[in-house]
């Protein structure tokens, strides 16, 4: 190998080390806005202030009120293993405040972002806590 090849190839390995790109960084946070604003706008429709979508741990006692569950169920929602299944069932429960089926209710769990974007911005209107009987029970 050459000088020249060599100084290339150190280059290369520098720009590697230097961690992700801007290309990276500029998606990343456009990912982070989709999320944020599809979750704010979730909750404005509920009647609950957009702000909380970015507030760790407040977000997720306002998804419990949304669908009536009881306050205690943030617990169940931060317990390594049993946080799996009280996700589901919140997001079951938050389909169904908003006249959605168990179905979407699944796709809320597994593909949050693009779902919440769904019932913030689409035309699902909130029908009041599913947990509690006032949401629309749908399949």
Do not use: H
């Amino acid at each position: 190998m050459d000088e020249q090849q060599l100084e290339m190839m150190q280059q290369m390995q520098n720009q590697q080390a230097e961690g992700p790109g801007l290309v990276f960084w500029i998606f990343y946070l456009a990912f982070i806005g989709f999320v944020i604003a599809g979750m704010w706008k979730t909750f404005a429709k509920a009647g609950e202030p957009g702000w909380a979508a970015i507030v760790p741990f407040y977000n997720i006692y306002v998804m419990t009120k949304i669908v009536g569950r009881p306050a205690w169920w943030v617990v169940l929602a931060l317990l390594p293993c049993v946080n799996f299944i009280a996700l589901f069932i919140i997001s079951i429960d938050m389909a169904k405040s908003f006249g959605k089926g168990t179905g979407f209710g699944i796709g809320l769990a597994l593909l949050g972002p693009v779902f919440y974007a769904i019932l913030g911005f689409g035309d699902a209107q909130y029908q009041g806590p599913a947990a509690s009987g006032g949401g629309v029970a749908t399949a």
